[in-house]
């Protein structure tokens, strides 16, 4: 028997405490599971609910975390047949339409076992199944290909399932303007919307989006106040994309809309808070969807985002993130959620 696979691997042990980075064995794959050598993966904020526990009670710590990530195939099962050693891939917690899924697992020196999701991306190396990584053309940067999985999918994955019927004449609101609210914004620039309301409290972001092309950055106190004194009229507002997971933001994502307008809700309220919603907006045409990243398939449009991305240029896309190496994941994960860093890029191998 060969040596096992070792790697370091950033676990959550203890809600609200910092990462631990271990050494753990990468058991060997089974039939369905690939084995990959992670280059670059992105901190979002969906580990950020993990770690703070914004989804309630963990009933799984520890374990692994991060779910977008480019990497190299380290080792194949016996069943993987459309990938092969020394590949690059990208990683996407964004599901395939395949069977035979299989949920991993690392494990200590003692023999026990460190939960994982059916992907973890911080980490030297993972273990994860085959219906969760995606072929990518060779030439394309490892860092902006660790965007396919999860922020690029889910902001272009909205504006082309809701957005492409909408009057380019009306305003549309992206409310959250963070690493989903930028790909929002890049994909309704692709498709020729020039009315577009970015609104945040983090003045940074703000500055990013006016530089990308926008007709108001604001918070949302200052959109409210536009409102009111009907500097923009709500009936002229068609389509609101909520992203920041925060209930005024949603509650004005909702209210703030003409009458037949759209509202699309991705953003993770913590778990037990709710929002307030008047039915007679539903009952007199307001159109409320919601949105997870699942409901476009990647595998079919991963050519597309990755020509969007192309034309928007790569050099634009790196100076919305901060480089970390894998050993400072915790400070970095500290300046995302004080709002210093748009959205952290980690630099594993």
């Known amino acids: 028997m060969g040596e096992k696979l070792k790697t ?21 794959p089974k039939k369905n599971q690939i084995v990959i050598k992670i280059n670059f993966t992105y901190i979002c904020g969906s580990q950020m609910n993990e770690i703070y526990g914004n989804r309630g009670k963990d009933k799984y710590l520890p374990h692994s975390l991060g779910h977008e990530a480019s990497g190299t195939i380290f080792k194949i099962g016996k069943n993987v047949k459309k990938f092969k050693k020394g590949q690059k891939v990208v990683l996407s917690w964004i599901k395939k339409k395949e069977s035979g899924s299989i949920l991993p697992y690392y494990l200590t020196k003692n023999n026990k076992k460190i939960n994982s999701g059916m992907v973890s991306t911080f980490s030297e ?19 902006i290909a660790a965007l396919l999985g999860c922020a690029l999918p889910t902001g272009f994955g909205i504006v082309h399932k809701f957005a492409r019927d909408i009057d380019k004449g009306k305003f549309v609101s992206i409310y959250g303007i963070g690493g989903v609210g930028l790909m929002v914004l890049i994909a309704l620039k692709q498709l020729g919307f020039k009315k577009i309301i970015t609104i945040d409290k983090n003045q940074k972001n703000l500055k990013i989006a006016k530089k990308i092309g926008v007709k108001y950055a604001c918070s949302l106190n200052y ?11 709500k009936s002229n507002i068609a389509l ?12 004005s994502a909702i209210k703030n ?39 476009v398939s990647l595998e079919k449009n991963l050519k597309k985002y990755i020509n969007i991305l192309k034309k928007f240029g790569f050099t634009k896309v790196r100076k919305f993130y901060k480089s970390y190496q894998f050993k400072h994941i915790n400070k970095a994960i500290a300046d995302f959620k004080s709002g210093k860093v748009l959205r952290p890029l980690i630099k594993i191998n």
């Open 8 to 28: 370091s691997i950033a676990i959550l042990k203890k809600i609200k405490k910092p990462l631990k980075i271990l050494k753990l064995e990468v058991p060997d």
């Open 125 to 143: 190396f993972v273990i994860v199944s085959k219906d969760r990584v995606y072929s990518i053309p060779q030439n394309l940067p490892m860092d």
């Open 223 to 233: 959109f409210n106040k536009k409102i009111v004194d009907q500097k923009i009229k």
């Open 240 to 251: 609101n994309i909520e992203i920041s997971g925060n209930e005024k933001m949603t509650q």
């Open 257 to 295: 809309l003409d009458v037949k307008g759209k509202v699309i809700i991705a953003g993770n309220i913590k778990k037990g808070n709710l929002i307030k919603l008047n039915p007679y907006d539903l009952i007199f045409g307001k159109n409320l969807s919601g949105f997870s990243g699942n409901d």
